[in-house]
């Protein structure tokens, strides 16, 4: 049991959890379990019937002994014999049809906290989870909802049967002996006192692991992903090395620690056991050679106390895993109940987006204390295409980001077709809308079902002729098995460029009101990008356009450009104007393209 201790402790999180009051956390556990509360009923309904079978056995050895050996009753015997081995038989039978159960309602309830967990991931806003590292929500959804499942259901089921086995226990050890009784459960005290004191030490030892673990976890990952630095530079191969064996070793030091302190909870709890048993030995046979007890009746006692002090050692174990399971249950429950930042407003509608005209009208934005934007405010025409450059860091990713309501402005608002952003359902606003990012995600999919993600009802004639439209045929001949071609998770068996160019199709495919290309060129070859820029000038034609670029030979299929500085407009025309008054467009160009813009040019 001590290893199931050490596992249940290291699986918490070495975070400081949002504490939850006990209470919360019960009736929350109670309307998830609602569902399946006949299932429930039934499994207390077995359980009860399966521990009075378990009262009745030791009886029966008394019977069996008093009324049938010491009697020499061969019928008595006989009788008694085959009724405690049909009880025994029954109690079997009803165990293994509880544990079923049990194990239904667990999957059951593990299903939905995690579909319910998963699909609140999924409606919370992007600054939440970008805030979060990845591998704490992967914990939330597969850690934690684990560790809540086992207690919730096993753990206290198991405990209402231990419980009420200790109680039944009692009963019949108080109505043979009073004395004996109170002889034998005298050592309980001390059973929690030790059992307090090793958990306490245990976790102790726990939580240092957890740090050594998380760092473990942490140089594995480093060197994985830093594997073609590290094998080009030897030095920094070895640093990676000797980092690695040092936080190893580390680690396999306080591992042991939390083993040996782990291995010392149940032999320590059995010792206090065996001393009950030495008194119940010592003590019950002076009654049986007094006469004042049977030998039968000692060995139904004895039978009682196993039963008694097989769940009080079952419960003083499983307070130790609680802890846990309670700190996992805060953090699901906190994270259910957090609403998100951005969501539907009461007075949001199902709007269409005819026009798609952009409105952004002294906006303000910040991460935090970082100031993005203040009182920002421009326009972007129906069906016009808008590039918006500058520096890194100017703003261009969070203006998309707002435009498509990832987030809300802190002031201001942001329009389409004279409608509030929050006036639409998110559904409605993403449904008219789409993104190609700078990196690409696609899915482990085929590559058909990965160019209709944002379009599923999509036939494969419409696949196919936005493919051709954007003159990518070749690059679905090239794979392997074209369209059903398998994409691997993160999309590692594609270059970046493909991986771009199928991110291309399927906003198009969407067919959408407004499209916002961010850096979404960015990883082409030129000659790619060259052939991809003339498919896309008829494809945007009746469509908004918002291009966030670095690489400013992207932006010339731009009508009208915004030049972005440290959250401000500082320069807004096309490109031959913004060239010939030699501001910060032109000295990006010049950077860029490596000509020299003339004086005499380079005027207002």
């Known amino acids: 049991m001590g290893w199931h201790i050490m596992h249940r402790v290291e699986r918490a999180t070495d975070e400081k959890p949002v504490e939850v009051p006990t209470s919360t956390l019960l009736k929350w556990f109670l309307k998830i379990l609602a569902p399946m509360k006949f299932t429930i009923l ?67 309830l593990l299903f939905d906290l995690r579909r319910k967990t998963f699909q609140h991931l999924m409606e919370t806003d992007v600054h939440y989870v970008t805030q979060r590292p990845s591998g704490r929500m992967i914990s939330l959804v597969t850690n934690d909802i684990a560790a809540i499942g086992e207690i919730v259901t096993m753990g206290a089921i198991e405990f209402l049967v231990g419980a009420s086995s200790i109680v039944g226990a009692i009963y019949m050890m108080l109505n043979m002996h009073l004395t004996l009784t109170l002889a034998v459960i005298s050592t309980i005290p001390m059973m929690f006192l030790l059992t307090r004191f090793l958990a306490k030490k245990a976790r102790e030892v726990f939580r240092e692991t957890r740090v050594k673990v998380s760092q473990l976890t942490s140089s594995v990952e480093q060197s994985v992903s830093g594997a073609r630095v590290a094998q080009a530079f030897t030095e920094r191969r070895n640093i990676d090395v000797q980092s690695f064996e040092r936080i190893s070793r580390e680690t396999m030091s306080t591992r042991v620690k939390a ?210 439209s954007l003159g990518l045929e070749k690059l679905i001949e090239s794979l392997p098995q074209g369209y059903d071609t398998i994409v691997a998770p993160g999309g590692e068996n594609l270059s970046v460029g493909q991986r771009q160019l199928i991110s291309f199709a399927r906003a198009m495919l969407k067919n959408p009101r407004i499209l916002i290309l961010d850096e979404a060129t960015s990883s082409l070859d030129s000659r790619t990008e060259y052939m991809l820029q003339e498919a896309m000038v008829k494809l945007l034609k009746g469509r908004t356009c918002i291009i966030i670029a670095h690489r400013l030979a992207t932006v010339k299929l731009a009508n009208r450009i915004i030049v972005l500085d440290n959250g401000r407009i500082v320069e807004e025309g096309s490109h031959e104007q913004l060239l010939r008054r030699g501001g910060l467009y032109a000295k990006l160009y010049e950077t860029q393209f490596g000509v020299s813009i003339q004086p005499s040019v380079a005027v207002s």
């Open 259 to 468: 083993i040996l302190v782990s291995s010392l909870i149940r032999p320590s709890l059995d010792s206090v056991r065996a001393l009950s048993f030495a008194i119940l030995i010592g003590y019950g046979g002076l009654l049986v050679a007094s006469r004042e007890f049977t030998i039968g009746g000692l060995l139904a006692f004895y039978g009682y106390t196993e039963s008694f002090f097989r769940p009080i050692i079952m419960i003083t174990m499983f307070y130790t895993t609680l802890q846990s399971a309670l700190a996992a249950a805060e953090r699901v429950y906190v994270f259910l109940n957090t609403e998100p930042a951005v969501k539907d407003t009461p007075y949001a509608k199902d709007l269409e987006i005819n026009d798609g005209e952009i409105v952004v009208e002294n906006v303000s934005f910040s991460y935090d204390s970082n100031m993005v934007f203040e009182n920002i405010s421009f326009k972007v025409k129906a069906g016009e295409i808008l590039a918006i450059v500058g520096p890194t860091g100017a703003g261009k990713t969070t203006l998309a980001n707002l435009m498509l309501r990832l987030y809300d402005p802190q002031k201001g608002r942001i329009m389409i077709d004279g409608h509030d952003l929050r006036e639409f359902t998110l559904s409605s606003l993403h449904r008219a809308t789409a993104l190609v990012p700078q990196e690409p995600i696609l899915f482990n999919d085929t590559v058909f079902e990965n160019i209709r993600a944002g379009f599923p009802e999509a036939s494969r004639e419409q696949v196919e002729n936005i493919v051709k």
């Open 42 to 108: 039934a499994i207390i309904l077995i359980a009860m019937v399966s521990i009075g079978l378990n009262m009745v056995t030791p009886y029966l050895s008394k019977l069996i002994i008093d009324n049938g050996i010491m009697a020499m009753d061969a019928n008595a015997l006989a009788f008694y014999v085959i009724l405690t081995i049909l009880a025994i038989a029954a109690s079997a039978l009803l165990t293994a049809l509880r544990r079923y159960l049990t194990a239904y309602v667990n999957q059951r």
